[in-house]
């Protein structure tokens, strides 16, 4: 007997669509205010980067958890997590220049284990510039258990079938990402003003200490959040794994802005 799955086997499901794999599993998401549940491989192909939370970012008194809204420049809008290692995540996903749309919770993949129904609400969809789709599941590992195991394992497995990757992540490294919250705060581009950028980046044409590098340009109460934000951009590049951002950390122009 096949594996059941809403009222029929998936060897005639299968039929519909040409893929086991692509018809065990559904996707249940919200696009333009609508709720939708289609199979896999019929589904699959939405813009999932602009799809709406599937649930609610809930901030509970006294939780273990801590939800909120980041705002992505990446996309121009708010994304939600539940986390602050989520939110780590999406500083992360908002500087990687191949990233170029993100958003949280963006589906219920549904199927049936042999025994009963699951679901899993991936925490991210990110859309990449080359067109390829990527979930992003965010948990430590030491916080992984059994059902969470098999949750992840049945997401790669349904992602695989689409093409999109699959990435579990965990606890990015925590020099790098000290670095990054704090280049975070410059992430706007009210910050870039064009006049101090341009002599930041021919001062930095050879590698120089950080703050007297700024010194060269002008006041540094003025001129360090241009410098930032050209660090979190890529147009300036520092060791952001070394150690922590300091006076003496050596800039150097890479003009890579995304």
Known sequence: MGLVWWGETVAGAALAYGDAVLSAFELDFVESGQRHRLPLGQGWNRRFEAA????????????ESFAGLYY???????????SWLERDRLILLDRDPDV???ASQPFWLHWHDGK???RHAPDFFVRLGDGRGRVVDVRAGDRIDRAAAESFEETERACRAVG???ARVGEPDPVLMANMRWLSR???RRCAR?????????VFEEPAPLRPGAERVGDPLLVL?????LLWSGVLSADLEGGLLSSDSLVVTTRGER
């Open 186 to 188: 410059y992430r706007r």
């Open 52 to 63: 709406d939370p599937v649930r609610e970012f809930r901030w509970a008194k006294g939780g």
């Open 100 to 102: 170029v749309g993100i």
């Open 194 to 202: 064009a006049d101090v950028a341009e002599r930041l980046l021919r």
């Open 72 to 82: 992505s420049t990446t996309t121009g809008a708010h994304v939600g997590y539940e």
């Open 116 to 118: 009963r129904r699951r």
């Open 225 to 229: 959040p241009v410098l930032f934000h």
């Open 164 to 166: 999109w990757e699959f």
